[in-house]
């Protein structure tokens, strides 16, 4: 299982274009690119509520969170499929693939914009399964996500493993019972998981299969 913001894909770009966008729209200050890339991870709901209030946790006003959520996703949609891969992700996804691993991408991120992001960059086809973060009610750190990409793929939770970028992957793991490998770019609010958090920190997605014989 493989997370897509910050693990498979580098979005923080786009991701803060569509924010500042979404703002300028609401006539409010427009924030530093690395800003808003903090605030990536927890879906879309989260980021516009920071992005809005510029604190974790705080909840704007509904109506002004109602408009900017319908700026942020017609805006998003528009250059969402402009993100790249990380470098030697598609090497990577190939080697986990010819060694027979079934992979299946899990994130956040709703579905709207999951499938046309991993469809322009031609990668759908490695993943036997994809969950975005509106495919359940629930979603990471919430274990559901990967309950479910294990019982659709009748694969034992202690017998998979998960690679993310950040404690929300980290969280989901855990709370899930499976094994969890952190690769050291991505989004997670500027530090690198600890060791003694996961069981392994890989330096890119195909590093896993050294850890894995």
């Known amino acids: 299982m493989i997370d897509l913001d910050g693990t498979l894909m580098h979005t923080a770009p786009e991701i803060a274009r569509a924010s500042n966008r979404m703002l300028a729209a609401l006539g409010k200050s427009t924030l530093d690119a690395r800003q808003i890339e903090s605030y990536i991870g927890e879906g879309a709901h989260a980021l516009i509520q920071r992005c809005l209030t510029e604190q974790l946790g705080a909840e704007p006003e509904a109506a002004e969170y109602a408009e900017a959520q319908k700026l942020f996703f017609e805006f998003y949609a528009h250059n969402v499929t402009e993100s790249k891969p990380y470098p030697q992700v598609l090497e990577g996804l190939q080697a986990l693939q010819a060694a027979g691993y079934p992979l299946a991408c899990v994130t956040n991120k709703p579905a709207s914009f999951t499938l046309p992001l991993l469809e322009a960059n031609h990668l759908m086809s490695y993943f036997k399964l994809v969950v975005s973060g509106d495919t359940l009610s629930k979603k990471k750190p919430d274990p559901d996500q990967l309950f479910y990409i294990c019982e659709k793929l009748g694969i034992s939770i202690t017998d998979a493993l998960l690679i993310g970028d950040s404690k929300m992957d980290i969280a989901a793991a855990r709370n899930a019972g499976c094994y969890v ?18 069981d392994a920190r890989i330096k890119h997605i195909g590093d896993a299969l050294a850890c894995l014989h």
């Open 181 to 198: 490998f952190t690769v050291p770019y991505g989004y997670n609010q500027g530090q690198r998981a600890k060791a003694s958090e996961v």
